[in-house]
């Protein structure tokens, strides 16, 4: 049995929108909590002068602006989930930020091609204008995947996100 969970993510001014959606073949229907956040990123000064980075929604976010989307899973069940895999779709009028996945005893892998495929992010392949196959650009992926390693207890959460640059 697969325990599906889709939400939406937060949708921006700049018409940005992506799902995410949770999949454990071991886990009752419903399992599976999934909630999705879209931030920024602020850096204020406190008074002692230390630099402090906090997190507020995205409500609105204009071009240049680096967006911080993430998925916290949560098992709700009486008995370990496995087969866990998130799969979120990078928001159009985006850039993926390199290196910037992130995912705790997860396998990363992302798409080019609207999630129909997926790969590690250096394997990730295009078909060029000259109709030739050659290794995609960030601003092409168009998914990001994570597949949880393992099962996660009951009562027990994790969490998985991307940041992306808003064009």
């Not at 999934?34 to 995205?58: Q, S, Y």
């Not at 928001?91 to 990363?108: E, H, K, R």
């Not at 078909?127 to 009951?154: C, I, M, N, Q």
Request: proline share 5%.
């Amino acid at each position: 049995m697969r325990s599906l969970i889709t939400t939406t993510c937060l949708a921006l001014a700049v018409a940005c929108a992506g799902m995410a959606h949770a999949q454990g073949t071991a886990a009752k229907p419903g399992s599976i909590e999934l909630r999705n956040v879209a931030e920024i990123e602020t850096t204020t000064k406190a008074t002692d002068g230390k630099v402090e980075k906090k997190r507020m929604p995205a409500q609105k976010a204009a071009p240049g602006t680096e967006v911080i989307y993430t998925s916290t899973f949560k098992n709700v069940g009486a008995k370990p989930a496995g087969n866990i895999v998130i799969n979120n779709p990078i928001p159009a009028s985006t850039t993926l930020v390199g290196g910037s996945a992130f995912g705790d005893n997860t396998d990363v892998a992302f798409s080019a091609d609207g999630g129909k495929t997926y790969a590690p992010a250096d394997k990730v392949k295009v078909r060029g204008a000259d109709g030739k196959e050659r290794a995609a650009g960030l601003s092409e992926f168009t998914h990001v995947r994570w597949t949880y390693r393992g099962e996660l207890a009951p009562g027990k959460e994790s969490s998985v996100g991307f940041r992306v640059t808003v064009n």
